[in-house]
T-cell receptor, first 114, second 111 residues
Framework: EAGVTQSPTHLIKTRGQQATLRCSPI?????VYWYQQALGLGLQFLLW???????NRGNFPPRFSGRQFPNYSSELNVNALELEDSALYLC?????????????FGPGTRLTVL | QKEVEQDPGPLSVPEGAIVSLNCTYS??????FMWYRQYSRKGPELLMY????GNKEDGRFTAQVDKSSKYISLFIRDSQPSDSATYLC???????????FGTGTRLTVIP
């Protein structure tokens, strides 16, 4: 069974630009989560999508947005990039059958803002 | 105060040692607890998950939850160099869907 995939692996942008990150969940998983892992801060919850809808968002400004497509893949968009947006962005997926809300992560996209 | 606290380490142990990794939390609403392992430049990998207080064993790994003390632990027996990674605790509440993570403990097992 293929795991969660993310693209691109690395992304380098300059301040003020926009970044688009992509995620494909495990087959059969309908929920997709986005987390930011900045150095020394641990994983911070960004967004949760389920059945094409945004269900919850963390404490991040509106310039962090995204969507989920009919095939359950997802896209994270970060507008007006700031230097502090440099981080590893992780996507996770979850099955409807998950009992403990266990989530499975992709390898991440490392975003560098110059 | 962070909802989940975890000693960042780093922690270095000789091969074969027993490793103890710990997290504390402040919110008594947390009901589900997980441990993830993250190798350098990789995504977190789910190691173990548990619900109730008590112990859960899986091979060389034992997860322990003490809800009365708001304290969870992961024990690694007969540690191997391949166990060298960052270990993240995570937890969630009933009705919530996002996970709350500790900052991770970096472990190095020296051959």
């Amino acid at each position: 069974e293929a795991g969660v995939t993310q693209s691109p692996t690395h992304l380098i942008k300059t301040r003020g630009q926009q970044a688009t990150l992509r995620c494909s969940p495990i087959s059969g998983h309908t929920s997709v989560y986005w987390y930011q892992q900045a150095l020394g801060l641990g994983l911070q919850f960004l967004l949760w999508y389920d059945e094409g809808e945004e269900r919850n968002r963390g404490n991040f400004p509106p310039r962090f947005s995204g969507r989920q497509f009919p095939n359950y893949s997802s896209e994270l968009n970060v507008n007006a990039l700031e230097l502090e947006d440099s981080a590893l962005y992780l996507c996770a997926s979850r099955s409807l059958a998950a009992i403990y809300n266990e989530q499975f992560f992709g390898p991440g996209t490392r975003l560098t803002v110059l | 105060q962070k909802e989940v606290e975890q000693d960042p380490g780093p922690l270095s142990v000789p091969e074969g040692a027993i490793v103890s990794l710990n997290c504390t939390y402040s919110n008594s609403a947390f009901q589900y607890f997980m441990w993830y392992r993250q190798y350098s430049r990789k995504g977190p990998e789910l190691l173990m998950y548990t619900y109730s207080s008590g112990n859960k064993e899986d091979g060389r790994f034992t997860a322990q939850v003490d809800k009365s003390s708001k304290y969870i632990s992961l024990f690694i027996r007969d540690s191997q160099p391949s166990d060298s990674a960052t270990y993240l605790c995570a937890m969630t509440k009933t009705g919530a869907n996002n996970l709350f993570f500790g900052t991770g403990t970096r472990l190095t097992v020296i051959p």
